[in-house]
């Protein structure tokens, strides 16, 4: 039906047999398709699509399926909410409602490559740290937890905690494995590409220099990696996590 529909709308602008190829459609169906006599639901459904428009355009476009269904049943008019859903999608009639709009991200907000490409072997300390938040509910409301954990000896190199899950909580976090562990020049820090690590606060750039993430980082830049995939930062536990200096190797309990 929509095949016949569209050879139909553009048949004064277009060849009607190369709108046919186009469709796959014999030419003889859609001539015959064009020919035929309405049945009787198509001339009931025309019938309900003026009404339909009349309730539409009284409510200054604002009614939807539900009001319009409404509307109907107060004229005495008995038909299906599906129906009603249907010659209204057809027809371009849509209601005024909350929902939210799509928003596209900001182009200074894209995050940085993925460095680490999936690849957690490190044979030194300090050369990779993956990052993560988490959530803890309290009595008070909600706390969120940023940690950093070096994939060297499984430790928690730097965290912070506070009430909102923003870019502050991650250059906190980063702030403090920096300075315990003496500004290292070759690590990489790996996230996920959530708002907090890839909003334009957040260390996001390979170029960023140190000096401008936080005064206690002098020094070398550090790169930025992050990854969509979830699994890959999931390297921090869920428990509480283990603190141990710098450059002792500690073992998961």
Same mark, same amino acid.
């Given at each position: 039906?929509? $095949?016949?529909?569209?050879?139909?709308?553009?048949?004064?602008?277009?060849?009607?047999?190369?709108?046919?190829?186009?469709?796959?459609?014999?030419?003889?169906?859609?001539?015959?398709?064009?020919?035929?006599?309405?049945?009787? !639901?198509?001339?009931? /459904?025309?019938?309900?699509?003026?009404?339909?428009?009349?309730?539409?355009?009284?409510? $200054?476009?604002?009614?939807?399926?539900?009001?319009?269904? #409404?509307?109907?049943?107060?004229? #005495?008019? $008995?038909?299906?909410?599906?129906?009603?859903? !249907?010659?209204?999608?057809?027809?371009?009639?849509?209601?005024?409602?909350?929902?939210?709009?799509?928003?596209?991200?900001?182009? /200074?907000?894209?995050?940085?490559?993925?460095?680490?490409?999936?690849?957690? $072997?490190?044979?030194?300390?300090?050369?990779?740290?993956v990052a993560d938040i988490s959530e803890f509910?309290?009595?008070?409301?909600?706390?969120?937890?940023?940690?950093?954990?070096?994939?060297?000896?499984?430790?928690?190199?730097?965290?912070?905690?506070?009430?909102?899950?923003?870019?502050?909580?991650?250059?906190?976090?980063?702030?403090?494995?920096?300075? !315990?562990?003496?500004?290292?020049?070759?690590?990489?820090?790996?996230? /996920?590409?959530?708002?907090?690590?890839?909003?334009?606060?957040?260390?996001?750039?390979? /170029?960023?220099?140190?000096?401008?993430?936080?005064?206690?980082?002098?020094?070398?830049?550090?790169?930025?990696?992050?990854?969509? !995939?979830?699994?890959?930062?999931?390297?921090?536990?869920?428990?509480?996590?283990?603190?141990?200096?710098?450059?002792?190797?500690?073992?998961?309990?």
């Amino acid at each position: 039906m929509i $095949r016949f529909r569209f050879v139909q709308d553009n048949m004064t602008e277009l060849p009607v047999k190369r709108m046919c190829e186009l469709a796959e459609l014999p030419r003889s169906s859609f001539y015959a398709w064009l020919t035929r006599v309405p049945s009787a !639901r198509e001339l009931a /459904d025309t019938a309900l699509l003026e009404q339909i428009r009349d309730i539409h355009l009284r409510s $200054r476009r604002t009614y939807g399926m539900p009001r319009v269904h #409404g509307q109907l049943r107060r004229r #005495g008019v $008995r038909v299906g909410r599906h129906r009603i859903a !249907r010659l209204m999608a057809a027809n371009g009639l849509v209601g005024a409602h909350s929902r939210k709009r799509w928003r596209r991200g900001r182009p /200074d907000a894209g995050g940085a490559p993925d460095l680490l490409n999936r690849d957690f $072997r490190v044979e030194a300390p300090n050369r990779r740290w993956v990052a993560d938040i988490s959530e803890f509910p309290t009595g008070e409301g909600k706390l969120h937890l940023a940690a950093l954990r070096d994939l060297f000896h499984h430790g928690v190199v730097g965290w912070d905690t506070g009430a909102r899950q923003d870019a502050a909580l991650v250059v906190s976090a980063l702030t403090m494995a920096l300075a !315990r562990t003496g500004n290292p020049a070759d690590v990489v820090h790996h996230s /996920d590409k959530g708002t907090a690590s890839t909003s334009p606060k957040a260390p996001t750039s390979p /170029d960023t220099p140190a000096e401008t993430l936080t005064p206690y980082s002098h020094g070398p830049q550090h790169p930025t990696s992050q990854d969509p !995939r979830m699994e890959d930062t999931r390297r921090i536990p869920r428990r509480t996590p283990t603190l141990c200096p710098p450059m002792q190797r500690c073992d998961d309990p």
